[in-house]
């Protein structure tokens, strides 16, 4: 009788659907009734995986690098994300199917020696994972396949190369996106070394595609100075971390909600998408085992929409000492006991385990979501990883974290900039009060580019956020450094919301006041070198200096200006996929 009940149900609200308008509709009622307890899982009982690793470089007969040449397939398989939950379906990257893993294989390049990249599209006619019509997306012909574009964070290169979002592809190119330029990315690699990471960047279904397991690492390492630096290294000690979070139906398949806030609205669409399990290269809280001595941690936060908190739950002696953010190395190491990591940013940390006399430490995240005033973690999403500490102190240990680390990268020149901008973000709702859509500027994605940034200049960006919630903002090709960011009084963000709701001009609402007179917050030392992302506080206004050009001088090695252009957006996949991104064109 229940199943039935539930069945008529599940027919009246796909028939009816404004219906059901409320928060939580009666069919996510039934999505929830599906879902795997995960309570009933026992955590740290998988080993942490390292991920295959493809190099991006070949050798020639005289033993010097020669450029490289990758075919990366996107196959959907079944993958184990915990030793007791059924197996699941997933899309994932990989040289094969067999070899094809969640996250995908980590792409290891050599600075100055160019990497190409075939990706191709073995993925079904129809995908694992709801999606929505009603928002702006790739819609190939009926049966025609799922569509796919992959976008390489953090790198520098040609606009025809960076993954833009209507340049998908289905399998066998069977249906194109309008700015399709083939299936082969030219990754030149003559940026500065560091972390980077790839992933799905498909119109409109960017958050079910990297959901559904479509994401991997990318690593650009300048051997000589890795050499002199002397950081902990090799297979053992240098390690990936892919950080996202998951839950399950009973059957072990990806739960994804299948309804949205406004059904009447968007049938399916939520403004963020959060999952109980929080997994690590693949599997669902992990253990690793280390020793005590030094190890180098790569952590790229992969989620829809989580932000993570770091800390070590139960050993308050344990520090980070960060070497880099995001793409590039920071120009001296910077120690922290907790830190915040938004959807997409990259930390590069080293810990020393000698400074423990635990024989285990858990990886914890205290990070309230959404970030940063939603619901406090749980007993679920409040644990990462756990550490295993083999041996006893005074381990010989040949690596160290030297006082000075990059020094050649450039510093932000403010007085020499010309342009400065305002980048307002806004979010709708509807008679409910429920987020229909968000967008920048005012603007949808479609509409004409309104940033045209020249070629080798620089400029400051004012990044007014209109709403509650803390926006991970990532600009494509460019590099910034964040000069200040302030919180607006209360009385004057309301104000500041009001008018530019109505007029939308930062000048004409007196932005530029309110924001001399908010308070001005400090931005962690770890966070004050070059990045690409930066998370944007709620009720404030953030100053950024954006680089149109090269970090390591000079003029770029392609043309920027070409067609399609690159992009800004949120990188809240939710947010990003409904309209909160905006083309970026550059010109000469």
């Avoid at 920048?440 to 004409?448: C, K, T, W």
Wanted: aromatic share 12%.
């Amino acid at each position: 009788m229940g199943k039935l009940f539930f069945f008529f149900l599940y027919i009246l609200l796909t028939t009816f659907p404004s219906f059901f308008s409320s928060s939580l509709s009666l069919e996510r009622a039934l999505d929830e009734n599906s879902l795997f307890d995960l309570s009933k899982l026992e955590m740290f009982v998988d080993e942490l995986p390292s991920m295959p690793t493809l190099l991006g470089y070949g050798v020639g007969n005289n033993g010097s690098f020669v450029a490289g040449n990758l075919t990366i397939g996107m196959y959907q398989k079944f993958w184990k994300f915990h030793r007791d939950l059924p197996a699941t379906s997933v899309f994932a990257y990989g040289d094969s199917e067999a070899a094809a893993t969640v996250p995908g294989p980590t792409i290891e390049s050599i600075r100055g020696i160019p990497t190409h990249v075939t990706w191709t599209n073995h993925l079904p006619s129809k995908h694992i994972l709801p999606w929505d019509p009603t928002i702006a997306t790739a819609r190939p012909a009926s049966g025609a396949g799922v569509p796919t574009v992959v976008h390489l964070h953090g790198g520098v290169h040609s606009p025809t190369s960076d993954g833009n979002s209507n340049a998908w592809f289905t399998s066998g190119f069977a249906a194109l996106g309008s700015t399709f330029a083939g299936a082969t990315a030219f990754y030149p690699n003559r940026q500065p070394p560091g972390n980077l990471w790839y992933h799905d960047h498909a119109m409109g279904l960017t958050r079910a595609n990297l959901l559904a397991g479509l994401v991997g690492s990318y690593t650009l390492r300048s051997p000589d100075l890795e050499d002199r630096l002397g950081l902990p290294s090799g297979r053992d000690f240098d390690r990936h971390l892919v950080l996202f979070d998951r839950s399950f139906r009973s059957d072990g398949s990806l739960f994804m909600n299948a309804t949205g806030n406004n059904p009447s609205i968007h049938p399916q669409w939520q403004p963020e998408y959060f999952g109980a399990a929080i997994v690590v290269n693949g599997k669902a809280w992990p253990f690793l085992s280390v020793r005590r001595r030094r190890y180098r941690f790569r952590i790229i936060n992969a989620s829809n929409a989580r932000f993570f908190g770091l800390y070590f739950v139960n050993d308050d002696r344990l520090r980070f000492r960060h070497v880099g953010s995001d793409a590039n190395y920071l120009a001296r190491p910077v120690t922290s006991r907790r830190f915040v990591l938004a959807p997409s940013e990259i930390a590069d940390v080293v810990i020393d385990f000698a400074e423990s006399s635990a024989d285990a430490v858990v990886l914890g995240n205290d990070a309230p979501y959404p970030y940063p005033s939603g619901d406090p973690t749980d007993a679920l999403n409040g644990q990462v990883l756990k550490f295993l500490i083999r041996g006893g102190k005074g381990e010989s240990d040949p690596s160290r974290v030297p006082a000075l680390l990059a020094p050649e990268l450039p510093a932000p020149q403010v007085a020499h900039v010309a342009v400065r901008r305002y980048i307002a973000m806004y979010e709708y709702v509807s008679s409910e009060d429920e987020p229909t859509h968000l967008y920048l500027n005012a603007q949808p994605y479609d509409a004409p580019a309104t940033e045209t940034p020249a070629e080798g200049s620089s400029e400051v960006w004012n990044v007014i956020n209109l709403t509650e919630d803390n926006h991970p903002l990532h600009v494509h090709l460019a590099s910034f450094v964040v000069l200040e960011q302030r919180e607006l009084q209360g009385k004057d963000a309301e104000e500041l919301r009001q008018c530019m709701q109505k007029k939308n001009d930062a000048e004409a609402c007196g932005a530029e006041e309110m924001a001399a007179r908010g308070q001005q917050r400090a931005v962690p030392a770890h966070e004050q070198g070059w990045k690409n992302v930066f998370k944007m506080m709620p009720s404030a206004v953030t100053r950024v200096l954006v680089r149109f050009a090269p970090l390591e001088g000079g003029a770029y090695s392609f043309d920027p200006t070409a067609e399609p252009g690159y992009v800004y957006h949120c990188h809240i996949l939710d947010h990003e996929d409904n309209e909160m991104m905006r083309p970026l064109k550059l010109v000469h």
